[in-house]
Antibody
């Protein structure tokens, strides 16, 4: 059974750094073809893909936020991490981690975490 | 970046009706498209991938079609649990863009 769960700082002030952790089970980030992404959703709005990290340690970032994002993983402990620097109110959102499997020969998100709400406020 | 334009933004329908949601990609995505369902307060769930393949456990009243830049999601015989938001997603290339969503409400 595949599960993912996000955790991280709930409330931050502008200019601080946001650190998020995705803890997962039922799969391994050392398995060929597996990637974990971070996706966010402001309240009442749409979905925005932020970054991913894959089994081969390949990493991808959304160009619109690339300079502020850093993704990493701890394969032994089944975790993936995202750091966003210099947050502002526009970063207020629910943050999801989700799994992708290149067995589809494409990039789809077949399992999602429940999400963690992050608020940036002074 | 591939832009995904989804329509309509909202849709009202009655139980038992059939509805269609459209998604237009800014360039050919060769059927590499997914549809997700999101209920209030919940995470999105994969419904359809490769434009027309149903994900495991998805009822057959959901179907996807299209090619090139134009895709659609059809829901036959609406059930109470189908009233939710729906998103299309470009699975071809990064950044993995989503449509802006369609909120399906009960009439």
């Amino acid at each position: 059974q595949v599960t993912l769960k996000e955790s991280g700082t709930g409330i931050l002030q502008p200019s601080q750094a946001l650190s998020l952790t995705c803890s997962f089970s039922g799969f391994s980030l050392s398995t060929t073809g597996i990637c974990v992404s971070w996706i966010r959703q402001p309240s009442g709005k749409g979905l925005e893909w932020l970054a991913d990290i894959c089994w081969d340690d390949g990493k991808g970032y959304n160009p619109s936020l690339k300079n502020r994002l850093s993704i990493s993983k701890d394969t032994s402990n089944n975790q993936a991490f995202l750091k966003i620097t210099s947050v502002d109110t526009a970063d207020t959102a629910t943050y999801y981690c989700a799994r992708s499997d290149w067995g589809y020969n494409a990039y789809y998100f077949d399992y999602w975490g429940q999400g963690v709400m992050v608020t940036v406020s002074s | 970046d591939i832009q995904m334009t989804q329509s309509p933004a909202s849709l009202s329908a009655s139980l038992g009706e059939t509805v269609t949601i459209e998604c237009l990609a800014s360039e050919d995505i060769y059927d590499i498209l997914a549809w997700y369902q999101q209920k209030p307060g919940k995470s999105p769930q994969l419904l359809i991938y490769d434009a027309s393949s149903l994900h495991t456990g998805v009822p057959s009243r959901f179907s996807g079609s299209g090619s090139g830049t134009q895709y659609s999601l059809k829901i036959n015989s609406l059930q109470p649990e189908d009233f939710a938001s729906y998103y299309c997603q470009n699975g071809l290339s990064a950044p993995h863009t989503f449509g802006s969503g369609t909120k399906l409400e009960i009439k």
